[in-house]
T-cell receptor
Framework: EDQVTQSPEALRLQEGESSSLNCSYT??????LFWYRQDPGKGPEFLFT???AGEEKEKERLKATLTKKESFLHITAPKPEDSATYLC?????????????FGKGTKLTVNP | DGGITQSPKYLFRKEGQNVTLSCEQN?????MYWYRQDPGQGLRLIYY???????QKGDIAEGYSVSREKKESFPLTVTSAQKNPTAFYLC???????????FGDGTRLSIL
């Protein structure tokens, strides 16, 4: 069974304190790994897609990396507005279609 | 602006009542999806549709029904058979299997 595990469940940082979120996965035939940001009461907002081990993507203070078993979302010098829940999802073929399997998310709080 | 519109934002259901959640997209995306989000759990797939007039059950389809009569619309009905309907419901769409899914801002369903 395809599984996605995100850690930690919650993370508190001081403004400017860099850290990383982890997404480990077990799937057969990874077709893509996606990172989303979700604010309270809102739908997930797409951040990155990673397709193969060694790939990296960057956007402002965020950088996503991918290995064969996990992905990291690195947050450099975070600001309070980076506070949100970050979701990881993997895409793998299931029964002739491509489905997303989501992790439970990491709730990030950045204190000023 | 192009996007995905879910309505209503909040919905209340009485015992024995069916309710319908609306999802409309003007992104010209072929595929559309319905997810359920509960506290402490990852998004779970209810139904998806890859083309008009066709849809498939996801992982938790029992107690739900959908239709896809138009490319831009994918309504979800929560029937009285769904005994635990209280949740945050998210609709998503994507152009094809190589693109990320994009989400609406959700409908929160509660029981009266």
């Amino acid at each position: 069974e395809d599984q996605v595990t995100q850690s930690p469940e919650a993370l508190r940082l001081q403004e400017g304190e860099s850290s990383s979120l982890n997404c480990s996965y077990t799937v057969s035939g990874l077709r893509g790994l996606f990172w989303y940001r979700q604010d309270p009461g809102k739908g997930p907002e797409f951040l990155f897609t990673l397709y193969s081990a060694g790939e990296e993507k960057e956007k402002e203070r965020l950088k996503a990396t991918l290995t064969k078993k996990e992905s990291f979302l690195h947050i450099t010098a975070p600001k309070p507005e980076d506070s949100a829940t970050y979701l990881c999802a993997v895409q793998a073929p299931q029964g002739g279609s491509e489905k997303l399997v989501f992790g439970k998310g990491t709730k990030l709080t950045v204190n000023p | 602006d192009g996007g995905i519109t879910q309505s209503p934002k909040y919905l209340f259901r009485k015992e024995g009542q069916n309710v319908t959640l609306s999802c409309e997209q003007n992104l010209n995306h072929d595929a559309m999806y319905w997810y359920r989000q509960d506290p402490g759990q990852g998004l779970r797939l209810i139904y998806y549709s890859q083309i008009v007039n066709d849809f498939q059950k996801g992982d938790i389809a029992e107690g739900y029904s959908v239709s896809r009569e138009k490319k831009e619309s994918f309504p979800l009905t929560v029937t009285s058979a769904q005994k635990n309907p209280t949740a945050f419901y998210l609709c998503a769409s994507r152009r094809n299997q190589n693109q990320p899914q994009h989400f609406g801002d959700g409908t929160r369903l509660s029981i009266l």
